[in-house]
């Protein structure tokens, strides 16, 4: 269906919205039809809002649907970073606990203006690889940036990754103890113009206002912020001495857990940090990944 338009003063207009009057009553047109050659046809239908669309990886581009004016990100985070292996000394004096990863940056149930038609570029944060070194730093990643931009709206976001947790200052097999560094968070630049206040059409063609979108992780309208910090326990004293890993950063403003230390070492999850490995805590000394990134949208028209 094309767009419809009406003469307005003299000029031509793009309908948004049509009412007619009904039983005295002017009520807004949910759709209009016309005969052409002979046939009813659709000219005009209220923009209602698409389904959601979930993407957990990669980079790509989508079109806005002709109509739209808002994208409503349900969710978008930065990956999370990798946790720290945890380091079981020998007649050192002490053990080494890992360190948690940093969680990414976070958007949560918040609007922002788009242009129908413009193309959208989007590149979801890849989790962080867990960071194996023993007495010195051995592999591991940050977690990649979450971001959204419009061909004509420019930038809207970008989130960037909780960074791997580290060892700062190297150890050996009998000592010194090596000293870690937690995962450090990561920020988010919001750079779209935000939506706070009108009502939109949801898929049911109910109208209602933008502050009903809570469904997101944080569970409150237009959230959007920094990643929070793994868990840095340092080291025990005493050899043999039994410490756990730090947990990951919790991501969405700590709604989502971060991977959590040894024993029982997790990944994280949307966006969270990996968790540190123990020494001598049982659960063994392997640390975990972060948690990818993710975006969640739809399009709504808001009045």
């Keep these: 269906m094309a767009n ?30 016309a005969k ?13 809002a698409t389904s959601f669309v979930t993407t957990n990886s990669g980079s790509g581009t ?60 989007y590149a979801v944060g890849s989790a962080g690889a867990a960071n194996q070194g023993g007495y010195s730093n051995s592999g591991g990643s940050n977690g990649g940036t979450t971001s959204l931009s419009g061909s004509t709206t420019g930038s809207i976001f970008s989130l960037t990754g909780g960074t791997k947790a580290t060892i700062t200052s190297n150890g050996g097999v009998q000592g010194p103890l090596r000293q870690n560094t937690n995962g450090v968070k990561g920020t ?66 700590g709604n989502i857990a971060g991977g959590s230390g040894a024993p029982g070492v997790s990944n994280g999850t949307r966006g969270s940090g990996g968790g540190g490995g123990s020494s001598n805590a049982g659960g063994g000394p392997t640390p975990s990944n972060g948690g990818s990134g993710q975006i969640i949208y739809r399009f709504i028209r808001v009045q």
Excluded: M
Excluded at 226 to 236: F, R, S
């Design 62 to 121: 989508f079109s806005v649907p002709q109509g739209a004016n808002a994208i409503h990100i349900q969710a978008g985070v930065g990956g999370g970073g990798g946790g720290l292996r945890g380091v079981d000394y020998d007649k050192a004096g002490g053990e080494s606990a890992g360190s948690g990863g940093g969680s990414g940056a976070f958007v949560s149930d918040k609007i922002f203006s788009v242009v129908q038609g413009e193309t959208l570029t």
């Design 188 to 253: 988010a630049t919001i750079s779209g113009s935000s939506i706070t206040s009108g009502t939109f059409k949801n898929s049911s063609g109910t109208t209602v206002n933008v502050t009903s979108n809570t469904s997101g992780p944080v569970g409150s309208f237009n959230q959007s912020g920094n990643g929070a910090n793994g868990t840095n326990k340092g080291n025990c004293g005493g050899d043999n001495c039994a410490i756990t890993g730090g947990d990951g950063g919790a991501s969405f403003s």
């Design 36 to 48: 052409v050659s002979g046939t009813w046809e659709l000219v005009f239908a209220a923009f209602t």
């Design 4 to 33: 419809t338009y009406g003469k307005v003063s003299g000029t031509f207009q793009e309908i948004e919205n049509a009412y007619g009057k009904v039983s005295g009553t002017w009520q807004e047109a949910d759709e209009i039809y």
